[in-house]
């Protein structure tokens, strides 16, 4: 079992940054990838970004390019999302996630239905 726990989340205006953390306890977490998803009202929750299990590889979705990082802190069993240049569409419930099955292929790890234990999400609210 793991529990994560998401923070950091806020109001900002259009332009503004956020950056957002997730603790995990439990299980090892040095030795699983770990993603960011995002859940807009009346939306699907969608992948944002993921990164292996020793932060060597990262993957974005595509709107997110260039905007948002992800790092992980294995001593601190954190995972971070620094998100810049926010845009209204931004606006969500962000979570953290730990990746439990499949391959390390590009789909396996932008899919949702590759992880598990998920937290309990933090808003991000970015107006204009």
């Known amino acids: 079992q793991v529990q994560l726990v998401e923070s950091g989340g806020g109001l900002v205006q259009t332009g503004g940054s956020l950056s957002l953390s997730c603790a995990a306890s439990?299980?090892?977490?040095?030795?699983?990838?770990m993603g960011w998803f995002r859940q807009a009202p009346g939306k699907e929750r969608e992948f944002v970004a993921a990164?292996?299990?020793?932060?060597?590889?990262?993957y974005y979705e595509d709107s997110v390019k260039g905007r948002f990082t992800i790092s992980r802190d294995n001593a601190k069993n954190t995972v971070y999302l620094q998100m810049n240049s926010l845009k209204p569409e931004d606006t969500a419930v962000y979570y953290c996630?730990?990746?439990?099955?499949?391959?390390?292929?590009?789909?396996?790890?932008?899919?949702?239905?590759?992880?598990?234990?998920w937290g309990q999400g933090t808003q991000v609210t970015v107006f204009s």
């Open positions: 990164i292996s299990w020793n932060g060597g590889s990262t």
């Open positions: 439990g299980r090892t977490f040095s030795s699983y990838d």
């Open positions: 996630a730990v990746r439990v099955t499949g391959s390390s292929t590009v789909r396996d790890i932008t899919s949702r239905a590759r992880y598990g234990f």
